[in-house]
């Protein structure tokens, strides 16, 4: 069975640090496309941070940049998403998601076509308090 498990979220307050965890099973994490994606109450889910297995690059969308910061655990098959300086509209569900399918356009190609993910995790619920 092809899975990805994320965990992590949580309660915290702006300004604060979470991290997130996604762990694949069923296929090996670097053999893939994967990123972590939200959505928020009232928002389409977006992506937030992509990497290719291409390239390596690592792809933030605008809103979060120099705020938070993916990395991967390839011994543990585990991508993780270090939130750092969190604000309150970084509320949402986050996902991990991951296609084996390869567009050739870059991390953050990925980011911005989620709907062309196959592989998803259940979601992990992140709640920035002001």
């Known amino acids: 069975d092809v899975q990805l498990q994320a965990s992590g979220g949580g309660l915290v307050q702006a300004g604060g640090s979470l991290r997130l965890s996604c762990t694949a099973s069923?296929?090996?994490?670097?053999?893939?496309?994967i990123g972590w994606f939200r959505q928020g109450p009232w928002n389409e889910r977006e992506g937030v941070s992509c990497?290719?297995?291409?390239?390596?690059?690592?792809y933030y969308a605008d809103s979060v940049k120099g705020r938070f910061t993916m990395s991967r655990d390839n011994a543990k098959n585990t991508v993780y998403l270090q939130m750092d300086n969190v604000k309150p509209e970084d509320t949402g569900v986050y996902y991990c998601?991951?296609?084996?399918?390869?567009?050739?356009?870059?991390?953050?190609?990925?980011?911005?076509?989620?709907?062309?993910?196959?592989?998803w995790g259940q979601g992990t619920e992140v709640t920035v308090s002001s």
């Open positions: 998601g991951a296609t084996k399918f390869s567009s050739k356009k870059g991390s953050g190609w990925y980011c911005g076509s989620w709907r062309y993910l196959e592989i």
């Open positions: 069923g296929f090996t994490s670097d053999t893939a496309n």
């Open positions: 990497v290719s297995r291409d390239d390596d690059i690592i």
